[in-house]
């Protein structure tokens, strides 16, 4: 995860004043210097065994989300087609998501695994709930729901790597570095639109309801579900 604590990220956005002798500023990378400090609680060893034991299911989940991740950075610069830096970060951030989907793919095709439907996930839904419908919060929203999404999927591949097969374990391996760099790739979005007092409030919150959906009990396996109900 060496990409998620070299970024040095101002916390407050471009317009904010230095306060006259106050105390020195925090930068993201000091309050969230990492993944595991953005996370709200780890993933639970129980999801873990799950996902051993339904790895067809695991990958063919895992491209839905990798499917998923390009499509919400295009979403996002249709949308916002006037922030250069965002519709920038978001063109690479879509291709480098859809190459990870090509690479899942591959191993599916080599595993031969037969098709497996996997049923709706509450995770993304569950966080989309909580992005506010007013401009900007909107975004800001937005870009803290990539962050967190991006956060426990490294969290996941971490997790995970030390119970799989060598191949799988290596790509995960180096999944986690990307997928650490999205998430500062976000919150460095968010820190451009986002007074720095807003900006925590909103991710300490948006986190307490991911930190719910991922504790919660589940009915079926998915890449971002809860424990087994
Ligand atoms: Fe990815
Ligand atoms: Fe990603």
Known sequence: MSGASDAGISIRNADAQEPNGGAKTPTLTE???SVADFIQIPTPPAWV?????NQSMLLWDHG???????SSALSLMFRYPEHNSL???MSRLAREE????EQVQ???EQRAYAYEMVPAARYAGGLRSCVRSQEPQRLIDMLIVGAYIEARSCERFAALVPHL???LAKFYRGLMESEARHFQ?????????????ELITRIEEIGREEARLIGAPAESFAFHSGPPA
Do not use: G, M, S, T
């Open 98 to 101: 859809l190459r990870h989907f």
């Open 185 to 197: 790739d976000y919150l460095a979005l968010a820190a451009e639109y986002a007074p720095p007092e």
């Open 87 to 89: 519709v920038h970060r």
């Open 64 to 70: 839905n989300c990798e499917k998923k991740a390009a």
């Open 31 to 33: 309050r969230f210097a």
């Open 106 to 108: 591959k191993l599916i």
């Open 49 to 53: 065994e799950w996902a051993v034991q």
């Open 165 to 167: 097969d060598d191949v």
